[in-house]
């Protein structure tokens, strides 16, 4: 990976590509690579759908190699939908193809003029750029479909459906998994808008010819691969509970511990919470000739995905995320899987962010468009983003432009960004990340539900404000270095509670680029990612009062517990002080 891709969709005449040295931004990859490119070259009070805006696709600095779980791929920009800077990742094949490909970084600059729509094909002879005008209106399914029969079996896509084309601020980018589905998204932020914006549809990688990339000490490399494999599948949450039933598996455990965000985050319990939990859905996925397991990408070991079938045994969707059945479930108050599969297939194939939309929903629930617990019109709200209507527009813009449309107080957003699965009131240290990350409310910052909840990297009273914030620093942290190489970051699990699978991570990095690596230097990099966020999002013009949940969460409590969040405001400035 020693070159960058720049592809200029403003060019005059028509996009233009210019291939780099990877030059200042060597040994980056990930979420690294996106936010040093976002943060240099990106103005900071740009427009996020204008030609000022870029958006990086970095795979990770592992991805294209022989390590196990590698492949998550970043894509970087100024988010529309917080207005501040934006990583969001996702599996599939592309970042192993991508990296394989050679490629540290594809940077889309620019924007054209006029309404042609552009496809970008990459494979080892070149880039080609071109105006693909038949693929207007596609959604992402039949868009892929077209595609794989001019690119083949071979290639992996990134692509956008109708929502991305409408640049509505939850747009995702759709890539594709190991089938060719395109049911892995970069779905946080509005990416999907930001392609859309710069008239990309598709990309199509294909590393026909190309080898996986070879490590500098390839026995080392063998070695710590094989102690981190070993790890992963001792540690209980990624060798059993995840393998067995998926994501899901966190429905009745959060359920249970009263943080699970039912209504709108009016309770913390659902009572159709075990009509909906990861062990049933493994079980009608199996029953049904689906699967309980499976892999986003090869390489992957802990397989924590799987394939939903109707009940005549057809295709519906991937396994639905534990996020995406809450977000579509107990947080609307739905308790029906195949209306929450077909909800999650919809937001694959409109190409929209799972959790955005579901909490937009609720949120239009809560204004009254319809009750909650009624499926059937939440398919209707949904099916409504694909028609563009104006209706769908608003909720396909995501949770907070729903509330400020229709007029509803208690909208779980912050920075814009709606809040996951976890009620910041009876998971304090989660409520820490979501007010202070860079990204708007984001679980996957700083998994405090971890210590929290499930006592894997630790052990913190989640009712009580004492020790979350240094608990969230920690993790937000290690997180971003655990971006940056392209890893899962379900493997956070064993690497916090076994110190033998962190340094055999630690070994395979050191192995493939010859250059021992330490844990401080994990911390290093880390801490150097977030102070480049934390300063874009200042000259973006973010202030303390935008690492605040909203006031609801301070005032209202929530049962069973009763409690409200107590973490003070001056110790959440004190997340980056460090
Ligand atoms: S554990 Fe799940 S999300 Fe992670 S790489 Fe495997 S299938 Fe994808």
Redesign the pocket.
Known sequence: MDKILRVDMGAEGGPKTRIEPVGEFAGLGGRAMTTAIVSREVHPLCHPLGAENKLVIAPGSLSGTAAS?S??ISVGCKSPLTGGIKESNA?GQAAQVLARLGYAAIVLEGKPEGDDLYKIFINKDGVQVSVDNSLKNLNNYPLVEKLQGQYGERAAFMTIGIAGEMKLLAASIACTDPEKRPT?HCGRGGTGAVMGAKRVKAIILDDAGLKMRPPKDPEKFRDANRRFVEGLRKHPI?GEG?PAYG?NVLTNVLNEAGAYPTNNFRTGRFGGAARIAGEVQAELEVKRGGSAT????RG??????GIYHDKDGNYVTKQPEYETVWAHGGNCGIDDLDVIARLDYLDDNFGVDTMDTGAAVGVAMEAGLIPFGDGPGAIRLVEEIGKGTPLGRILGCGAAVTGKVFGVERVPVCKGQAMAAYDPRSVMGIGVTYATSTQGADHTAGYSVGPNILKSGGNLDPLNPEGQVEMSRNLQIATAAVDSTGM???IAFPLLDQPDTFQALLDMIGAFHGVPVTGDDVTALGKSILKMERDFNTRAGFSKADDRLPRFFLQEPIPPHNVTFTVKDEDLDNVFNW
């Not at 992957?300 to 995905?305: E, K, N, R, T």
């Open positions: 779980m492949g998550r599996g892995r990624t995840l994501t499976h892999g986003c990408h992957c070991v802990i397989q924590c995905s899962c970051l379900f």
